[in-house]
Nanobody
């Protein structure tokens, strides 16, 4: 059983930054961030190998977002820079205890989800 608790969302102007946090209790193989904009499907943003810290990003956020975790393996972060209105949405952290690398971008590969935090980027 893995419990997740997100924080850090909010309203920011285009070009600004936000840092999301997700408390993680329980062992996992991968942690990821997904986001869902209004009337759109949930999409993969970034993932991190919980043991090796290897990171993975969707193309639209490469160079702007950074996923990381603390040394104690209790929190995963998403540092978001150079935000645009297209980054607006509800951001979810997800834990995949059985996820494999080839399925990192699929929401169905993750078996635990946080409640979501709203990120709004104004133009």
């Amino acid at each position: 059983q893995v419990q997740l608790a997100e924080s850090g969302g909010g309203l920011v102007q285009a070009g600004g930054s936000l840092r999301l946090s997700c408390g993680v209790s329980g062992p996992t193989r991968f942690m990821a961030w997904f986001r869902q904009a209004p009337r759109k499907e949930r999409e993969f943003v970034a993932a991190i190998g919980w043991n090796d810290r290897r990171t993975y990003y969707t193309d639209s956020v490469k160079g702007r977002f950074t996923i990381s975790r603390d040394n104690a393996k209790t929190t995963v972060f998403l540092q978001m820079n150079s935000l645009t209105p297209e980054d607006t949405g509800v951001y979810y952290c997800a834990a995949g205890t059985r996820t494999i690398q080839s399925s990192l971008g699929q929401a169905s590969a993750y078996n635990y989800w946080g409640q979501g935090t709203q990120v709004t980027v104004s133009s």
